[in-house]
């Protein structure tokens, strides 16, 4: 199978709104580099769920914020239509409060 090249891949999008902010003279945060990273993670994760169960379809997103060692961040949260099927697994545990357990996981 070909090897994907980076302009094939909804990254390239990622990286033009990066563009954008340069050429106003802005620099994006990391808090808007990481919400990206794991919005675009998490929907990926729910393609590959919804290939292996072709019984159950990608129903929106909610949003959630996430509290981390760099501030909160508002994340989209890919959902499918039979309701418990399917978590991203970068989410911590439901009810859980973020903690440096979880900051690991992110970062290394």
Do not use: C, H
């Not at 760099?70 to 994340?75: A, C, K, V």
């Not at 991203?88 to 992110?106: E, G, H, N, T």
């Amino acid at each position: 199978m070909a090897k994907k090249k980076i302009t094939d891949l909804p990254v390239q999008e990622f990286l033009s709104k990066i563009d954008e902010y340069l050429e106003k003279g802005e620099k994006p945060n990391l808090s808007y580099l990481l919400e990206e990273i794991l919005n675009y993670i998490m929907r990926k994760e729910r393609e590959e769920y919804l290939k292996k169960n072709s019984f159950d379809f990608a129903n929106g997103f909610y949003n959630r914020k996430l509290n981390i060692k760099f501030g909160e961040l508002d994340i989209k949260v890919p959902r499918v239509r039979i309701g418990k099927t399917f978590r991203p697994s970068l989410l911590p545990a439901r009810w859980k409060r973020v903690d440096k357990d979880y900051d690991k996981k992110i970062f290394f």
